[in-house]
């Protein structure tokens, strides 16, 4: 059974970072690239980026480059995104998901929830 | 970007019902291999989406045949029948043709 694990939800102070985790289990890891997609409150979804762990390419919606980091360990098969100088306006939740290489996403995590507050 | 452009942005329907929901996109999402990668996803309260449609028409694992999609280039449509009560929600189209992958607004669907 495919399943993404996403950490728990965040309550971070504006201007930290935060970095959060998906990890793979039931397929094998560096055979899909794993994406990751932001949905702000009551809000529709958004593509933050791409990470492909076989070869540790990544790409950016250039609206998160500079906000977004994504990496993978192959070694526990986990991905990560670490967001940068937070603002209320990265208050949201935060979805890893694995994508076939047919253009669509068929395995989603659970979601992180990242509240920025002081 | 690719934009895409849902309609209606919600609508309500009795059970056992059928409802159709619109999806186009400002450019055509056929890619240059020729498969159309528009996929439609159903979020339910308080769960992450979960993908029904992938490729303009094939159901994903599970989904049930009473959801069916259609369409071509820039116009897409997903059909529900014989609406049951699990089937409430937001659907989205996505786009995999281009980056950005982009999404629709969303449709909420509710129940009479």
């Known amino acids: 059974e495919v399943k993404l694990q996403q950490s728990g939800d965040e309550l971070v102070r504006p201007g930290a970072s935060v970095k959060m985790s998906c990890k793979a289990s039931g397929y094998t890891f560096t055979d899909y690239a794993m994406h990751w997609v932001k949905q702000s409150p009551g809000q529709g979804l958004e593509w933050i980026g791409t990470i492909i762990p076989l070869i540790d390419t990544t790409s950016y919606n250039q609206k998160f480059k500079g906000k977004a980091t994504l990496t993978a360990d192959k070694s526990s098969n986990t991905a990560y995104m670490e967001l940068s100088r937070l603002t209320s306006e990265d208050s949201a939740v935060y979805y890893c998901?694995?994508?076939w290489g047919g253009g669509y996403f068929d395995y989603w995590g659970q979601g992180v929830m990242v509240t920025v507050s002081s | 970007d690719v934009v895409m452009t849902q309609t209606p942005v919600s609508l309500s329907v009795s059970l056992g019902g059928q409802v159709s929901i619109s999806c186009r996109s400002s450019q055509s999402l056929v890619h240059n291999n020729g498969n159309t990668y528009l996929s439609w996803y159903l979020q339910k309260p308080g769960q992450s989406p979960q993908l029904l449609i992938y490729?303009?028409?094939n159901r994903f694992s599970g989904i049930s045949d009473r959801f069916s999609g259609s369409g071509s280039g820039t116009d897409f449509t997903l059909k529900i029948s014989r609406v049951e009560p699990d089937d409430l929600g937001v659907y989205y189209c996505?786009?995999?043709?281009?980056?950005?992958?982009?999404f629709g607004s969303g449709t909420k669907l509710e129940i009479k």
């Open positions: 996505g786009q995999g043709t281009q980056y950005p992958l982009t």
């Open positions: 490729k303009v028409s």
């Open positions: 998901a694995r994508f």
